[in-house]
C-alpha cells in the first residue's frame, strides 16, 4: 500500500495524484505478487481494478507492467470484501460480506495455491476492518516522500498496541522506500 510520510493513504477528497510509480517500482510488485495467486481488495479498489486491468494488456502501446499485470490479475483469485456486488456475476471472485474472520480463517486453511500470501490491495477501509479483526498478518508500504497533512489515515481507529518484525527494506530512485513487516504476534 501507498502511504505518505504522514501515514495517509488518500488525500483529503480520495486523491491518490500523489503517489509515486515508475518501472523500478512495478518491477518488485512484480516479483511479489508472482509469488502467490490471490488477491484481497475492497470493492471500491476492486472495482477500480476491474475498469482496467482485464484490458490493460490490449490497449495500444501497453507498458510492460500492464501487460504483466493483466496477466497476473486474470489469473489471480479476487476476494473482495463488499456488502452489495453478486457473486454469481464475478469471475474467479468471491465476495465476502459478514462473519470476515471465520470466513478469511478458512479460505487461509483451505490454501491449494502457489503460496500461503495473499495480498491486499489498497483498500485502506477493508484495511482498517481487517486489522480491528487482527486478520492482517503484516503490512507491505510503499512510503511515498510527501507529507499530506490530512486525508485518509492508514491507521485509523486502532484501539490496541501492534508490534511489528520488519522483515525486507528497500530504497527506490525516485525516494520511494518499500518496508515489509509481519505482525508479531507474541
Same mark, same amino acid.
Given at each position: /500500500? ?9 488525500? *483529503? ?9 515508475? *518501472? ?17 481488495? &475492497? ?5 477500480? /481494478? ?5 484490458? @490493460? @494488456?490490449?490497449?495500444?502501446? *501497453? ?11 486474470? #489469473? @489471480?483469485?479476487? !476476494?473482495?470484501?463488499? #456488502?452489495?456486488?453478486? $457473486? ?14 471465520? #470466513? ?12 500461503? $500470501?495473499?495480498?491486499?490491495? &489498497? ?7 481487517? /486489522?480491528?479483526?487482527?486478520? !492482517? ?39 520511494? /522506500? ?9
Amino acid at each position: /500500500m501507498h502511504v505518505s510520510l504522514d501515514g495517509y493513504v488518500a488525500g *483529503p477528497n480520495g486523491e491518490l495524484d500523489w503517489i509515486q510509480i515508475n *518501472p523500478e517500482l512495478f518491477d518488485v510488485v512484480e516479483k511479489r505478487i508472482g509469488g502467490t495467486d490471490t488477491a484481497l481488495y &475492497g470493492r471500491m479498489t476492486y472495482e477500480l /481494478m476491474e475498469s482496467y486491468w482485464p484490458t @490493460a @494488456a490490449d490497449q495500444p502501446n *501497453p507498458t510492460k507492467h500492464d501487460i504483466e499485470h493483466s496477466k497476473w490479475y486474470s #489469473k @489471480a483469485h479476487k !476476494i473482495v470484501l463488499s #456488502k452489495t456486488l453478486n $457473486e454469481s456475476d464475478l469471475t474467479n471472485t468471491t465476495i465476502l460480506s459478514d462473519n470476515l474472520t471465520d #470466513k478469511i480463517n478458512a479460505i487461509k486453511q483451505s490454501r491449494n495455491r502457489v503460496s500461503d $500470501e495473499i495480498l491486499l490491495f &489498497g483498500s485502506p477501509t477493508a484495511t482498517h476492518a481487517l /486489522m480491528q479483526l487482527g486478520l !492482517i498478518d503484516g503490512f507491505w508500504l510503499f512510503v511515498n516522500p510527501i507529507i499530506l497533512g490530512q486525508g485518509m489515515p492508514l491507521f485509523a481507529d486502532v484501539k490496541d498496541q501492534l508490534k511489528l518484525d520488519l522483515l525486507h527494506t528497500h530504497q527506490f530512485n525516485c525516494g520511494v /522506500m518499500e518496508l515489509s513487516y509481519m505482525v508479531n504476534r507474541e
